[in-house]
Nanobody, 117 residues
Framework: QVQLVESGGGLVQEGGSLRLSCVAS????????MGWYRQAPGKERELAAF???????RYADSVQGRFSVSKDRAPNTVYLQMNKLKPEDTAVYYC???????????WGQGTQVTVSS
């Protein structure tokens, strides 16, 4: 059974940095499409950053230039480096991975990021 486990969330002051990590386990295949969504209180879940085969990336406009998504050499590991954090970045951040065969989207449990002003 595939499990995505996030770590690295927490409380940080405005302007600070955090690094989120996510490891997908329980799969014999490599997830080439991995990334991060986030959901703020009272809002819908939205894509924050995603990385695709070959290393191309996609970012929400609101995080462009401040967040960086990357994959480790170790398979099925993805990171989100978040710099210059703002209070509006406060949300639960969810790791996501797409199955290369079926396209099924797996989700982690989420990790809370809180940015204080």
């Amino acid at each position: 059974q595939v499990q995505l486990v996030e770590s690295g969330g927490g409380l940080v002051q405005e302007g600070g940095s955090l690094r989120l990590s996510c490891v997908a386990s329980g799969s014999r295949v490599s997830f080439n499409h991995m990334g991060w969504y986030r959901q703020a209180p009272g809002k819908e879940r939205e894509l924050a950053a995603f990385i695709y085969p070959g290393g191309s990336t996609r970012y929400a406009d609101s995080v462009q230039g401040r967040f960086s998504v990357s994959k480790d050499r170790a398979p099925n590991t993805v990171y989100l480096q978040m710099n210059k954090l703002k209070p509006e970045d406060t949300a639960v951040y969810y790791c996501s991975a797409l199955s290369p065969g079926s396209g099924y989207q797996y989700w982690g449990q989420g990790t809370q990021v809180t940015v204080s002003s």
